[in-house]
């Protein structure tokens, strides 16, 4: 059991290279839906977005607790790993399914900083979290597959260089298990752009780079395929443990940045001739969310003591990122209500981290997926679909 926080020497340093990013730059950024491309750059350089890449392909080869902690960091400090944290965990997919020359082309290049992985196409329009119900195809035709359909809210796509993408190459009604007959591969986005690959940009509540992608008749080389054909699924999901501890990370760091906020509000602002913090009305939401957050902290370090050991972590990690998801939302709400009208005005940056908080109850699962794993699989209840 950890009793002091992890990686005291990582997390200094990302609060150091956070501080050059202050408030301004993250407001200026939301303002007007730009992409943070200097922080993201500055953390490429400095190797923290390939800890989770071995060392022999040029990565520091560290363990999902150091990421955590770089991810927690940086939105304790007020900043937005959601522009790049999928490079972490997206990698693994290629990291644990793809075969050794696809590995030797990509991840040195991607820890070095020349080559963006940041985008993952899963979500359809169709199929909503049905992944099985997915629609685009991938037919092989050669040495190549032809690639048609859509994809939605497809994050960081107009700011990476490759696609992780889940496609059908054999029809739902062809295979006897439904999640059977998805493959995943490989797109580089530079190629396919105009060939194949349009790109429409989705303005969402918060500044996080979505889009819809277009394929028609895009053309993906053969050997672009990660593992086996009709796998894909599989690949998915086994990546998805790492996905949701991560951004469970985050979500801690959020709620302890907006529990600091409105602790040191509610000792300062005088009204009624006492600080409000004094009133317990103020003071026991705070007190509430600190607690809360505590507690799903220790969910996300007992799922990646789980991770890190190799054990199934399924429940744990979408526990944890449940549990996170909803302290930061409680925090950022108690932040928000500390603050009175000053939660609502941009220049004290409550407002925007709220905003981005709350996606976190809704992807990269929703909470009632997760309950649903919970009521079924850990509880045995019937399923309802
Ligand atoms: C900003 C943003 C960025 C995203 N980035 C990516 C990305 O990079 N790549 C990617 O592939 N996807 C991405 N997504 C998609 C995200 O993962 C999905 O939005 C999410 O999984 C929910 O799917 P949906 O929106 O289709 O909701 P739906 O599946 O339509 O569900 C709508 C609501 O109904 C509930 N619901 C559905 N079925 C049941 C049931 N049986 N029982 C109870 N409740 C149910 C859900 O919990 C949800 O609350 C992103 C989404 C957003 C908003």
New binding site residues.
């Given amino acids: 059991m950890q009793l002091e926080p992890s990686f005291p020497e990582i997390r200094d340093t990302v609060q150091k290279l956070c501080s050059q990013f202050p408030s301004e730059y993250w407001r200026s950024l939301d303002a007007q839906r730009q992409y943070p491309g200097e922080f993201v750059k500055e953390l490429t350089d400095s190797g923290f977005l390939s800890v989770l890449i071995p060392e022999r392909y040029g990565g520091s080869g560290l363990g999902l607790s150091a990421a955590n902690a770089i991810l927690e960091e940086i939105q304790r400090s007020g900043c937005n790993g959601g522009a790049c944290h999928?490079q972490m965990y997206t990698m693994g997919t290629l990291l644990r399914h793809g075969n050794e020359s696809q590995k030797e082309r990509y991840l040195p290049a991607i820890a070095a900083g020349k080559l963006r992985l940041q985008?993952?196409?899963?979500?359809e329009?169709g199929?909503?979290?049905?992944t099985t119900r997915i629609r685009t195809k991938a037919e092989r035709q050669g040495d190549k597959y032809i690639i048609n359909g859509q994809?939605?809210?497809?994050?960081?796509a107009e700011h990476s260089d490759l696609l992780i993408l889940?496609v059908r190459t054999t029809p739902r009604e062809k295979v006897a298990n439904h999640t059977g007959g998805m493959s995943v591969l490989i797109v580089d986005i530079r190629e396919a752009m105009g060939n194949g690959l349009s790109i429409k940009p989705?303005n969402?509540m918060?500044n996080?780079a979505?889009t819809e992608l277009f394929f028609d008749n895009l053309e993906v080389p053969v050997e672009n395929l990660i593992g086996a054909e009709g796998r894909g699924f599989r690949y998915i999901l086994d990546g998805m443990n790492a996905e949701r501890i991560l951004i469970a990370s985050e979500c801690v760091g959020d709620a302890r940045w907006f529990i600091n906020k409105a602790s040191e509000y509610a000792s300062g602002r005088e009204v009624f001739g006492r600080p409000i913090g004094q009133n317990q009305g103020i003071q026991f939401p705070i007190a509430r969310a600190w607690a809360q957050t505590e507690a799903a902290a220790l969910m996300v370090d007992k799922a990646t003591a789980l991770f890190e050991a190799q054990r199934p972590c399924g429940t744990e990690a979408n526990t944890a990122k449940m549990l996170a998801s909803e302290a930061s939302w409680f925090a950022g709400d108690t932040c928000v209500q500390t603050f009175g009208g000053y939660g609502f005005a941009t220049e004290y940056d409550i407002e925007r981290k709220f905003r981005e908080t709350r996606?976190y109850r809704?992807?990269?699962?929703?909470?009632?997926?997760v309950l649903?794993h919970i009521g079924t699989h850990v509880l045995k209840m019937p399923k309802?679909?």
């Avoid at 985008?119 to 979500?123: D, I, L, Q, Y």
């Avoid at 809704?362 to 997926?369: D, F, G």
């Fill in positions: 999928a985008a993952f196409g899963v979500t329009p199929s909503g979290t049905d994809k939605v809210f497809i994050s960081r889940l989705i969402t918060m996080h979505s996606l809704v992807a990269p699962i929703s909470t009632n997926l649903s309802s679909f």
